[in-house]
């Protein structure tokens, strides 16, 4: 199966030097491109700015912004067989971005934002039978807001993770997750590191894609 898997942040520039952006180290992302093509597929990286090396055998693509990231996956989805979104999109970005420096003197200390689009529900027209998986970084107990996005957003399976709890979070190589899939089930991991965490849900999304058309290659 050809895996395609965002990571990392966004960043929305308001000038060349200036951004609204996130922690998110990418970690999570390229854990799970490396476990999809260690199981044997193929994997496209969209990645936010992150300083990570590229997983052996993946097709990387940078990107910077909310809309980059969109128009690189609207590119490549049709090719695709599974998304994986474990970006940390920016909700927002700067109304106007200044093509060179602003100046202290020409800000007021107001900026304007606009909405980025929702990256995962701007592809749901094009998903068909494709396999979508989102993550839900929460504070707290992240279930309720996990099972809502999944649904406002169509998704066959969602990775929840309460970013506040120790180990778990943007920057660390360890991680305590939660699956929930559409069809009911729930899956609690113990915390591990990034890299078992992606292998465990490069299997589950196999097995589930397999139980919806032959065509897996794990090994
Ligand atoms: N996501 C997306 N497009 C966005 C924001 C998020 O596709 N503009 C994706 C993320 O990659 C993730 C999922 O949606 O897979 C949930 O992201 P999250 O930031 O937890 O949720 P939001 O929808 O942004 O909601 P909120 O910030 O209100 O929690």
Redo the contacts with the bound molecule.
């Keep these: 199966m050809k895996f395609l898997v965002?990571a990392g942040p966004t960043r929305e520039h308001l000038d060349p030097v200036r951004f609204l952006s996130n922690p998110s180290s990418g970690k999570m992302g390229f854990a799970v491109a490396a476990a999809a093509i260690r199981a044997g597929h193929e994997a496209v990286l969209v990645a936010g700015p992150v300083s990570l090396r590229t997983p052996r055998g993946a097709r990387r693509i940078d990107v910077v912004s909310?809309c980059g990231m969109?128009d690189a996956l609207k590119r490549e989805i049709a090719s695709a067989d599974v998304l994986v979104?474990?970006?940390?999109?920016?909700?927002w970005r700067p109304a106007e971005c200044s093509a060179s420096k602003l100046k202290k003197s020409e800000m007021d200390g107001v900026l304007r934002l606009v909405?980025?689009?929702?990256?995962?529900?701007?592809?749901h027209p094009l998903k068909g039978s494709r396999f979508f998986?989102?993550?839900?970084?929460?504070t707290g107990d992240p279930e309720a807001?996990a099972l809502r996005?999944m649904r406002?957003?169509g998704?066959d399976m969602?990775i929840a993770n309460d970013v506040s709890s120790p180990g778990c979070g943007f920057a660390v190589s360890t991680n305590r997750v939660s699956v929930y899939c559409a069809d009911g089930s729930r899956t609690d991991l113990p915390l591990m590191r990034k890299s078992a965490v992606a292998a465990r849900i490069v299997k589950m999304i196999c097995a589930l894609a397999r139980g919806r058309e032959a065509g897996c290659r794990s090994r």
């Design positions: 965002t909310a969109l979104m474990s970006a940390a999109v920016a909700d909405r980025n689009p929702d990256i995962l529900q701007s592809l998986a989102g993550f839900a970084a929460e807001e996005k406002d957003k998704l969602i």
